[in-house]
């Protein structure tokens, strides 16, 4: 089966014929339908984020159930599934606290690059190739843990489906269950890519009032305005934290999301928020840096920053309801993806990423 593999950093992925091996204990094979382009993978093949390597990268996707290992009776061939990049046990004192991003379980496999027992399913004339996250969605074939899955109702396109599992979570998430913002709130959003555009809409969906998308570049602008943003700032232009001022009396907004993962545009989301408000970070900065912000502010403002790991989702409970709300009318996933590109195009997605062409874009696998 063929997959797209990152071998070194700052190279080209490599699509190639792979050997998977059955799902073992605890473990399920699925048939990957379309995997999202993310900035995060972009990231690993970047090196400001560490990966094992190689590695079969993609942490969005979703597909069809292939084959169950031993002891699955949850999921069964035929299963439609999001893959989950943060499997989680369900038992651990994170999980029980309905926390389960921060699960260890999750965490032990995206640093390892390897399943629970310690070993990778993936390999080439017998190099091991490691997983990513997990989920590994840009190949054909790909084994997860059984706790990595959700099953979803099987008449949802499963491109749609697909995007969940990382954009529509992530951004959507840091809104309503990290922030849980309010009705009549102001919030801002700086950086409207994949992520960023559901942190748009996540916000339309809480009911803030004023929604103010900040981005360097001005087609990503007018996605935001797609997706619910009632005002835009292009910080190429103009400076951002004045113009966010002038927007909220003086005052500076009541929350700002950062979704790029650069320190500097965190400290300017810092600097937007008013008296009292909530700087949510969800951008992944490169593993070394470091951010600065005023201390005596911290306490004299009592301003809070707070990070979103996969938008603070419980995924069993929030994949079918950001899916029933797309049934419903109320979530843009149709609208997210601006382009399909089979796998053996798959440099050119991630150079169309890094360009800021697209709001959303998948590989599809299969046409289903
Ligand atoms: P993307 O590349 O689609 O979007 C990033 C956006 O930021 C683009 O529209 C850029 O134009 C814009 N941008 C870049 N620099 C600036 C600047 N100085 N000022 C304003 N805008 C700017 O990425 P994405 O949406 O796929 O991912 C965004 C980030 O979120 C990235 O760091 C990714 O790794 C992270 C992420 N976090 C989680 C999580 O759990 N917290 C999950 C998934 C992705
Ligand atoms: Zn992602």
């Known amino acids: 089966m063929k997959g797209a593999v990152l071998y070194a950093v700052g190279q080209p992925l490599q699509?190639?014929?792979?050997?998977?091996?059955?799902?073992?204990?605890?473990?399920?094979?699925?048939?990957?339908?379309?995997?999202?382009?993310?900035?995060?993978?972009l990231h690993v093949m970047n090196g400001d984020l560490t990966a094992p390597l190689p590695v079969v990268l993609g942490h969005e996707g979703a597909g069809v159930v292939e084959k169950v290992g031993e002891g699955v009776s949850e999921f069964k061939p035929g299963d439609h599934v999001v893959?989950?990049?943060?499997?989680?046990?369900?038992?651990?004192?994170?999980?029980?606290?309905?926390?389960?991003?921060?699960?260890?379980?999750?965490?032990?496999?995206r640093w390892s690059g390897h399943l629970a027992d310690g070993t990778s399913r993936f390999s080439r004339a017998g190099q091991e190739i490691r997983h990513f996250a997990g989920v590994s969605s840009f190949a054909e074939l790909?084994?997860?843990?059984?706790?990595?899955?959700?099953?979803i109702d099987p008449e949802i396109p499963l491109a749609q489906a697909a995007v969940v599992g990382c954009a529509v979570m992530t951004g959507v998430g840091?809104?309503?269950?990290?922030?849980?913002?309010?009705?009549?709130?102001?919030?801002?959003?700086?950086?409207?890519?994949?992520?960023?555009?559901?942190?748009?809409?996540?916000?339309?969906?809480?009911?803030?009032?004023?929604?103010?998308?900040?981005?360097?570049?001005?087609n990503k602008l007018a996605y935001a305005r797609q997706f619910g943003a009632t005002h835009t700032i292009n910080a190429s232009q103009v400076d951002p934290i004045?113009?966010?001022?002038?927007?909220?009396?003086?005052?500076?907004?009541?929350?700002?999301?950062?979704?790029?993962?650069?320190?500097?545009?965190?400290?300017?989301?810092?600097?937007?928020?008013?008296?009292?408000?909530?700087?949510?970070?969800?951008?992944?900065?490169?593993?070394?840096?470091?951010?600065?912000?005023?201390?005596?502010?911290?306490?004299?403002?009592?301003?809070?920053?707070?990070?979103?790991?996969?938008?603070?989702?419980?995924?069993?409970?929030?994949?079918?309801?950001?899916?029933?709300?797309y049934k419903a009318g109320k979530l843009k996933l149709d609208e997210l993806i601006s382009r399909e590109y089979p796998i053996a195009q798959i440099n050119e997605a991630f150079d169309a990423l890094r360009r800021g062409e697209v709001a959303r874009s998948v590989i599809r696998m299969t046409s289903s």
């Open 174 to 218: 840091a809104v309503i269950n990290t922030a849980k913002v309010e009705p009549g709130a102001s919030m801002v959003v700086i950086g409207c890519g994949g992520v960023g555009l559901n942190a748009i809409q996540g916000g339309s969906l809480a009911g803030a009032e004023k929604i103010i998308a900040v981005d360097i570049l001005d």
């Open 142 to 151: 790909t084994v997860l843990p059984r706790e990595g899955l959700v099953k």
């Open 242 to 325: 004045e113009a966010i001022k002038e927007l909220t009396e003086g005052r500076g907004a009541d929350y700002a999301f950062e979704v790029i993962g650069n320190p500097k545009t965190i400290t300017q989301a810092y600097r937007m928020i008013r008296r009292g408000g909530t700087l949510v970070v969800v951008g992944v900065a490169p593993v070394t840096a470091e951010v600065s912000i005023n201390a005596s502010s911290i306490m004299l403002e009592e301003k809070m920053i707070r990070g979103s790991l996969y938008g603070s989702c419980r995924p069993k409970l929030d994949a079918p309801r950001l899916l029933n709300l």
């Open 83 to 109: 893959l989950l990049w943060r499997a989680s046990c369900g038992e651990c004192f994170f999980c029980l606290s309905g926390r389960p991003a921060l699960c260890d379980l999750g965490a032990g496999i």
């Open 15 to 41: 699509v190639e014929e792979l050997t998977v091996q059955n799902p073992r204990q605890g473990e399920v094979m699925v048939r990957v339908a379309a995997g999202g382009v993310c900035h995060s993978d």
